[in-house]
């Protein structure tokens, strides 16, 4: 598996991450994710993850892309699952299936059904594996995502339009906000704001407010 990336790399990841960008807010539980097809320098399918999470950002590329996809190489934001939870084909089997011949990957996904077992997946099937072109950027999409899976609790931040987040967090600022924003977690939530306030002073003063 090799690292970075080449120019080219840079922008058709760069694309899939504004496609999953336009998607924030949109897809949790599950982090918003974008896949883009190229053959030939040419981009033949692209998707992000579907509103409410399914179906995932290669489950509608790969279809998307047909027959081009044979030799083809995909960027994906973040890992592909090398698993489901519901037994249903992953994301890696889409990818491999297909036809494709390289996978360029954002961020690793820490998660239980991916944790490397994509790559992995990817890997034996004889599909070059590149990753971290972009990564910061990457993990800036699934940063909620990946707080909730640490912590049980969406991240919350400031902000003054809540453009990109899951919802408000609407709470009194003498409520036990760490039970509050567990019961938001438990529901599905990932990322959460509010505005400048009591509030968020409340959340900062608490050690629960992503500066």
Known sequence: ???AGNEQDIVFMRR???LANARM???WPNPAVGCVIVKDGVVVAEAATAVGGRPHAEEQAVPA???AAKGATAYVTLEPCGARSSGRKSCAHFLTESGIARVVIGAFDPSPFAS???VERLREEGLDVSSGVLEAEA???CEGFLHRLET???MVRVSEDGQGFDARFAASPNADLKTELNRLGEAGYTRVWTPEGP???ALCSAGLLTE
Do not use: H
Request: overall charge neutral; aromatic content about 0%.
């Open 65 to 67: 892309a047909g027959d």
């Open 16 to 18: 899939a991450i504004e």
């Open 1 to 3: 598996m090799t690292t």
């Open 152 to 154: 049980g609790r969406p």
């Open 139 to 141: 993990l800036k999409l």
């Open 25 to 27: 807010g949109q897809t």
């Open 199 to 201: 509030l968020a002073d």
């Open 116 to 118: 490397g077992r994509g």
